[in-house]
């Protein structure tokens, strides 16, 4: 059982970026799953989950500019980072209860 997040790097404001999360060993579809980040000095802070029905849900500051996918045949989950701002500078990690992938960093900078 495994998940393996990727797709980080550094971008401008206003830029996007995706970032992957590869699953294995379970289903994506079958468990709520949650994208989480964690900036320099600070705790976890929750962005968005998906339900096994599909349905999804985010945080208020990045609601609007991230969006929250999974691709069934590839067991894979994405999110879409766009607008983005320096504030969402973080490690982003996707998290099915306790199991938590290495993380992608996303930096925002001028």
Request: glycine share 10%.
């Amino acid at each position: 059982v495994q998940l393996v997040e990727s797709g980080g790097g550094w971008v401008q404001p206003g830029g996007s970026l995706r970032l992957s999360c590869a699953a294995s060993g379970f289903s994506v579809d079958d468990y709520m799953m949650r994208w989480v980040r964690q900036a320099p000095g600070k705790g976890s802070e929750w962005v968005s989950t998906i339900t096994p029905q599909g349905n999804t849900a985010y945080t208020s500051s990045v609601k609007g500019r991230f969006t929250l996918s999974r691709d069934s045949a590839n067991n894979t989950l994405y999110l879409q980072l766009d607008s983005l701002k320096i504030e969402d500078t973080a490690m982003y990690f996707c998290q099915k209860d306790n199991l938590k992938g290495q993380g992608t960093q996303v930096t925002v900078s001028t």
